[in-house]
C-alpha cells in the first residue's frame, strides 16, 4: 500500500470515528437555554419639537421682559396652528455677561492685584418643548413660530398608543423567532422538533439566563439649529419623520424528551 493510500485510509477511518462517537451523544433530558429576538420598524407618528428664545441686554429686567413677551406670542402662535399639540416650558435660565479680561500692566516691583470682571450685560433665555401627532402640518407651524423662537432641535418617533398598538405582532414576531431556533437547534442534535419540551418562556429577557438586554433604541430623524434669532419670515422647512425600529426579547428553557 502506498503512504497515499495509507493517508487516505486514515482520514477515512478518523472520519467514521468522529461521527460514531456523535451518533453516541445522548440528548434524552437535555435543558437549553435558547434566547430569541423580535424586531419591527414602523413610520414614526409622532414629532418632539424643541424651541428656544433667548435676549441680551445691558439691563436684566429689559432683556426678561423680551423674552417672556415673545416666548408668550410664540406659544399663541403654537396653539392656534396645532391646537392638539402638548405645549411644556422649562430650563428659564438668566446668565451675566462680562467684558473681556484686559491685560494687566506690566509691575516689575509690585505684583498686580487683579480686578473683578465687569457685568456689561445680561443674557436671558427660556425653552418649549412641543409634542404633536399632526406631522401634515409640521413644516407649517414650525415656520409660524420661527419668527419668534428659535428652532433648537427635533426628533421623530413613536406615540404611546402606536407603541401599545405594536405590542402583539411584536410578542408574535419573537414567539415565532423562538419556534424557528428551537427548531434549527433540534436539527443540529439529529433531533424532531416535536421532542422539544418548553419548560419556560420569559419575556423579559431576564432572570438567570442570559445578561440584560440593553433598551431597545428608536432610530429618529433629528436636526439641530443654532439658537441665532430667525429672520422676521421664514419659509417653511423640510422634515422627514422617517420610521423607528423596536424589539423585544425572549429565553425560552427547553428541555428534549
Known sequence: MTPTHKLMLGAALAAACVTAQAQTVQTSGATLVVPANGELS????????????????????????????????????????????????????TYAVYADPQPAPVQPQARATPKARQVVGWRVGQYLEMTTQNLAALPKTVSSAQSLLSLNGLQFGLSPAATKKLDASLIDATYKNLEERIGFIAASMHRAPSDAVLDTVDFEGSGNYTAPAAAPMAKMAMMRSDMAPEAASVAEPSFEPGESTVSM???GKVRFK
Open 249 to 251: 426579547r425572549l429565553v
Open 42 to 93: 414602523v413610520p414614526n407618528d409622532q414629532a418632539r419639537v424643541t424651541l428656544q428664545v433667548e435676549e441680551q441686554d445691558k439691563d436684566k429686567a429689559t432683556a426678561a421682559s423680551r423674552v417672556n413677551q415673545k416666548m408668550k406670542q410664540g406659544i399663541d402662535v403654537l396653539k392656534r396652528q396645532d391646537p392638539q399639540a402638548t405645549l411644556k416650558s422649562y430650563g428659564y435660565y
